[in-house]
């Protein structure tokens, strides 16, 4: 069974070296393996160069049967589970740095506390990471999803706002309409300058937005918020703490930004869930509804 896992991730990687590492093997001995497999099945399964390993038509054939039992051993694993009531092994999660730190992490300890038999390796990356192959159970992604193959649950809404703070407003003024964004210091997240903002009729406009700041890290964004810098976009979540102490005030209240982005749970498809990802999955959808992540703070 462990060669037909390193096989499916030696062939998600296209790299012997480095799937062999999350077995823990050395080059060699990740070598001896397949080819073991191969001496088994009597045909070659990968075409091997000193830089990257391909598929040959067999090794493309046999994946597919390969991934197929592997698939079904964990959905038997997660019968057995199920029906002990357990939930135990490795879960490999990832998400961004800034949501992570202050929307996950804080709820770590009761996870594991609930669940003793898991061991969870958290990845903070402000990357998005191809969770399939890098062998992530699960990916807990904000905003917009491309079209995939992956499966994806709503954890929570995620409102994005637009926000100052009391003395860049009592200075320059309060906005009264889009439009009038175009006249102000607004703080621009990497290259996005055109802000679409809803109102409550649902009526969209789209502004171009400009300024004497730019970044391409939002907690910055934030940061120079609360200095006075400007007017700034954030998500709900992030700012709703300085909303409540009036640090930042809310900027056209009557709007919203569009499109709507929403906290997903995302993982790679397959015929089961295991019992781990099941309950991280359940256990954050509880904890976001429980404080209230995205609700909008008056």
Known sequence: MKSLELFVRVAALGALGRAGEEFRLSPTATTQRIQMLEADLGTKLLNRTTRAVSLTPDGELFLEHAQRVLDSVEEARAAVSTVKGQVAGELRVTTSASFGRSQIVPHIGEFL????DVTLKLDLNDSIIDI??????????????????????????NPRLLVASPDYLEKYGVPQQPSDLKSH????????????????????????VGGNFTTNFGEAVTDTALQGMGIGLKSVWDISSHLKTRRLIRVLPSHTVS?????????????TTPPRVQAFTSFLEERFRKTGLGTIVS
Request: with cysteine; hydrophobic share 40%; proline share 6%.
């Open 132 to 157: 399939v192959e890098q062998g992530y159970d699960l990916a807990i992604r904000v905003g917009m999803l491309n079209s995939s193959t992956l499966l994806a649950r709503k954890l929570a809404p």
């Open 185 to 208: 210091r607004c703080i621009v997240l990497g290259e996005t300058r055109n802000w679409a903002l809803k109102n409550e009729a649902g009526n969209i406009t789209e502004v171009r």
């Open 113 to 116: 506390k609930q669940y003793p």
């Open 259 to 271: 499109p709507e982005w929403q906290v997903w749970a995302v993982r790679p498809a397959s015929r």
